[in-house]
């Protein structure tokens, strides 16, 4: 009930808002090549579903295995740089400057080294884009652990493993997840873009590329609405996953959400 | 380390704590040295309540650390339970308590409790007792699988304190323990920590900067003063065992409590010479 009462005017807001784009493209006569209505993207989307979803599900794949490479090389390196001074000092200023690069724009060359037609290709533009947060917010989950936390460690006469177990990794995992659902966002974001640079035709950003070039706009939304819709459970999929890991956070208790 | 070479087992009836001429140094970057501890002498038998108090930047907590092995001085001798303190560490001859309760929030009340005996990889049985007689000892069996944080902050610290004596040390570190509780709650933690200290035996060595509190806690306060750190004055304060809220309202105890203030407000002298000065009452 109170669910429903909170999401209430957000989805009021939504069909307010297809309601107008509709009515206005009606009133004004506005065609389709410039802005598409709502009522058209809906139509290709049931009509062409089976292509979109297979497209989406080509793109998503790489996406996730992006993810899982950027997230696995940012946590290894993190750990690394807890582990060892000469690892932080010396490597994570390189890294931040270096996650100050537009990514994309390495798109191209990770389609000569890794194939253009092979799905790894899109994979490694996305685990370089998903590295950087994770790795960097990740040191910082590790590293700027409440003092008196590792003094009672070692006041326990704790081994630096158990410091790393018991005190460093439970406090990185707020830092952890918040990268992560940054990096879920982008992960489909760089793939997407690293379609567009080439590759095979049955993935999301090729699919765009070629409605748009053939004027079918109503189609290209319909692709990007699926691209939302992955996006979307991507992202709710990390924060259940999140809720299941450490509930207890302060953001998972009850009313903190209010 | 420069300190004595004995890392021998106890031997016989070691004193708890046995400090002689002991100094702790800071060196900052450059040519910054912060004496932290000059000339510290302090013998605490097994089984006593000591406070340490002072303003701040008197190098009191310092001193607990140094006691708990969790510095290193820089000069003189110190022996815990006639070991080096880091071995004393290593042996856990003691449990700390801290300002701050200091619970880790990912455990519940009692697995927090129980994280002293996880490091020494007690097995599961042993520590759910124990950790279930820890809880019973500061009152708080039913909050047992509460988060940390639906406790109040006079709960937390007893949960810290339930947590120190997990591994039933010989030596309880209290580090202002009680500074950032109510004074109703602070006097009714006084009560149960001096109930805890009867009923273990345990030797206490209590950081504070409330003079009620340390003379109403302890066996002996020490009265130390800052820039460098140092005893001003070791004051017995002879209230006997038993005390409750009616010592507060004792004569001794108001003595005792304007001999530790006039012992604080004593300006700053050279060091050296004549540092123990007599109880001028």
Same mark, same amino acid.
């Given at each position: 009930m109170t669910r429903l009462r909170r999401y209430l005017?957000? %989805?009021?807001?939504?069909? !307010?808002?297809? $309601?107008?784009?509709?009515?206005? /493209?009606? +009133?004004?006569?506005?065609?389709?090549?410039?802005?598409?209505?709502?009522?058209?993207?809906?139509?290709?989307?049931?009509?062409?579903?089976?292509v979109i979803w297979s497209a989406g599900l080509n793109t998503l794949i790489e996406a996730v295995g992006?993810?899982?490479?950027?997230?696995?090389?940012?946590?290894?390196?993190?750990?690394?740089?807890?582990r060892w001074v000469?690892?932080?000092? %010396?490597?994570?200023?390189? !890294?931040?400057? $270096?996650?100050?690069?537009?990514? /994309?724009? +390495?798109?191209?060359?990770?389609?000569?080294?890794?194939?253009?037609?092979?799905?790894?290709s899109k994979m490694m533009v996305v685990s370089v884009i998903v590295f950087f947060p994770v790795m960097i917010n990740t040191v910082r989950g590790l590293t700027e652990v409440d003092p008196s936390q590792i003094e009672l460690m070692e006041s326990l006469a704790?081994?630096?493993?158990?410091i790393l177990t018991g005190v460093r990794i439970p406090a990185a995992m707020p830092y952890?997840?918040?990268?992560?659902?940054?990096?879920?966002?982008?992960?489909?974001?760089?793939a997407i873009v690293a379609e567009y640079f080439g590759g095979p035709q049955d993935v999301l950003g090729q699919y765009i590329i070629n409605r748009a070039n053939l004027f079918q706009f109503p189609d290209a939304w319909a692709a990007i609405l699926v691209a939302s819709i992955i996006g979307i459970a991507f992202y709710l999929l990390v924060s259940l996953i999140e809720r299941l890991v450490m509930p207890w956070h302060v953001s998972m208790r009850a009313g903190a959400e209010r | 380390m420069t300190i004595g070479t004995t890392t021998g087992r106890t031997t016989g009836t070691a004193a708890a704590v046995e400090a002689g001429g002991l100094g702790k140094v800071f060196e900052g970057s450059g040519s910054e040295r912060v004496v932290a501890l000059q000339n510290i002498d302090l013998t605490v038998t097994p089984g006593e309540f000591v406070s340490l108090i002072g303003p701040s930047g008197c190098g009191k907590s310092t001193l607990l650390r140094l006691i708990g092995g969790l510095l290193a001085p820089t000069s003189g001798s110190l022996l815990v339970n006639g070991k080096t303190p880091h071995q004393a560490r290593l042996d856990r001859d003691y449990g700390m308590v801290f300002q701050q309760a200091t619970l880790l929030e990912w455990r519940s009340v009692r697995r927090n409790v129980e994280l002293p005996l996880e490091l020494i990889d007690t097995p599961r049985p042993e520590r759910v007792t124990r950790a279930a007689a820890m809880l019973?000892?500061?009152?708080?069996?039913?909050?047992?699988?509460?988060?940390?944080?639906?406790?109040?902050?006079?709960?937390?610290?007893?949960?810290?304190?339930?947590?120190?004596?997990?591994?039933?040390?010989?030596?309880?570190?209290?580090?202002?323990?009680?500074?950032?509780?109510?004074?109703?709650?602070?006097?009714?933690?006084?009560?149960?920590?001096?109930?805890?200290?009867?009923?273990?035996?345990?030797?206490?060595v209590f950081v504070t900067h409330s003079i009620p509190e340390a003379v109403f806690l302890s066996s002996r306060?020490?009265?130390?003063?800052?820039?460098?750190?140092?005893?001003?004055?070791?004051?017995?304060v002879g209230l006997g065992p038993q005390r409750d809220d009616d010592t507060r309202e004792d004569q001794r105890f108001f003595e005792v409590i304007t001999e530790v203030r006039e012992a604080l407000r004593r300006p700053d002298r050279p060091t050296g010479g004549e540092r123990l000065r007599e109880a001028s009452s």
């Open positions: 005017p957000a %989805g009021i807001a939504f069909v !307010a808002i297809l $309601a107008l784009w509709e009515g206005l /493209v009606r +009133v004004f006569d506005v065609q389709s090549f410039v802005l598409a209505r709502p009522s058209e993207i809906m139509a290709s989307f049931v009509e062409t579903s089976e992006g993810l899982v490479i950027g997230v696995v090389l940012g946590v290894a390196v993190a750990l690394a740089a807890t000469g690892v932080r000092t %010396g490597l994570l200023p390189i !890294a931040t400057a $270096a996650s100050a690069m537009p990514i /994309v724009a +390495v798109a191209p060359i990770m389609n000569q080294w890794f194939t253009i037609t092979s799905p790894l704790a081994e630096p493993r158990q952890f997840f918040s990268a992560l659902k940054v990096a879920s966002a982008l992960a489909l974001i760089g | 019973d000892l500061v009152e708080l069996t039913e909050f047992a699988d509460h988060q940390p944080w639906q406790l109040s902050g006079g709960m937390q610290q007893r949960v810290a304190i339930a947590r120190a004596l997990a591994l039933d040390p010989s030596l309880l570190l209290m580090d202002e323990p009680f500074g950032a509780l109510d004074e109703m709650t602070r006097e009714r933690m006084q009560q149960e920590v001096l109930q805890i200290w009867t009923r273990t035996g345990k030797t206490v306060v020490v009265v130390m003063s800052p820039r460098p750190g140092r005893i001003e004055q070791i004051i017995e």
